[in-house]
């Protein structure tokens, strides 16, 4: 199972767009990429998966480059309700899957 | 409409005793999972069942037992609680029986308190 590495935190201002990077150097060939949002009291939701190149949909994009050991989440002009924490998981779509999340990367946003 | 629900929300308890939490989907899912959330926001995954059988059983003391009575339903039963049991117990499904298989979809948590 691919490992993640993702900033502890980050800080950003209402409107600003944020970009989270995830590094998993040992994505396997059947691996996607998948973030989740998480609020405080409430369990992580689905935000965007993707397996190359850039995804897009109506909440967030999602930008893997061609060696794909990496990839970046990019939420355009964020407000107060994107305060959360930001999971990004490694593993095959489909398939039994043991999948475990890392620690994510918690975003503030300021006012 | 809940789609995946979990009871109780909070749960405080003594070291000993014996409690579970309950969980339900209404999404028609095939696949269920419970995962454990530490202080540190870690979220490990501790079981999984597909159609009502156990198909993932990560290094987990077997004072804590699953039972799905059906595939809307995955329980989760801990005997003998100790303190290191405290966290946040989440229940998850997903569709896995076709291609491509769905996302988890999480339920609410259960924070678990051991004094």
């Known amino acids: 199972l691919a490992k993640t590495t993702q900033p502890i935190s980050m800080d950003s201002y209402e409107g600003q767009e944020v970009n989270i990077t995830c590094s998993h150097n040992?994505?396997?060939?059947?691996?996607?990429i998948t973030w989740y949002q998480q609020f405080p009291s409430q369990g992580p939701r689905f935000i965007i998966q993707g397996y190359k190149t850039k995804v897009t949909n109506e909440v967030a994009s999602l930008f893997i480059p061609a060696d794909r050991k990496s990839s970046t989440l990019s939420l355009p002009r964020v407000s107060l309700s994107d305060t959360a924490v930001y999971y990004c998981l490694v593993g095959p779509r489909a398939g039994r899957r043991a999948l475990t999340f890392g620690s994510g990367t918690r975003l503030q946003v300021q006012p | 409409d809940t789609a995946v629900s979990q009871t109780p929300k909070y749960l405080v308890t003594q070291m000993g005793n014996d409690k579970s939490i309950k969980c339900e989907q209404n999404?028609?899912?095939?696949?269920m999972y419970w995962y454990k959330q530490d202080s540190k926001k870690f979220l490990k995954i501790m079981f999984s069942?597909?159609?009502?059988?156990?198909?993932i059983n990560e290094t987990v003391p077997n004072r804590f037992s699953p039972k799905s009575p059906d595939k809307a339903h995955l329980n989760l039963h801990i005997n003998s609680l100790e303190l290191g049991d405290s966290a946040v117990y989440f229940c998850a499904s997903s569709q896995e029986g076709v291609w491509p298989s769905g996302p988890l979809h999480f339920g609410n948590g259960t924070r678990l308190t051991v004094t």
């Open positions: 040992n994505i396997a060939t059947n691996d996607y």
């Open positions: 069942y597909n159609n009502k059988e156990l198909i």
């Open positions: 999404l028609g899912h095939d696949t």
